[in-house]
C-alpha cells in the first residue's frame, strides 16, 4: 500500500509582518522591500503590516503583465 503526505500553510490572519510577507511572496526580505510596490498598512498603536489581499493583487498584476507580453510577441509573428 502506497501513502503520500499533503502539507499545506495555512494562515489564520489576514495582515503580515515584513517578514512574513516577502515569505509569503516567495521573496527574501531585501528584495521584497526592493520590488514590492504595496504599502504596510499602519495599525492603531503603531504597527506597520501588510494586507494578504493587496499583495495577492500585485503579484494577479504580475502575472497579468506577462501574459499580456506573450500575446504581444505572439501577435508580432503572425
Do not use: Q
Not at 47 to 76: H, N, P, S, Y
Amino acid at each position: 500500500m502506497s501513502s503520500a503526505t499533503l502539507n499545506l500553510r495555512v494562515s489564520p490572519r489576514r495582515m503580515l509582518s515584513k517578514a512574513e510577507a516577502a515569505s509569503y511572496c516567495g521573496l527574501g526580505a531585501r528584495r521584497f522591500e526592493a520590488e514590492c510596490p504595496v504599502r504596510p498598512v499602519e495599525l492603531p498603536g503603531g504597527a506597520r503590516v501588510f494586507d494578504m489581499v493587496d499583495l495577492d493583487k500585485w503579484i494577479d498584476t504580475i502575472k497579468g503583465a506577462a501574459e499580456d507580453d506573450t500575446a504581444a510577441i505572439i501577435a508580432r509573428l503572425g
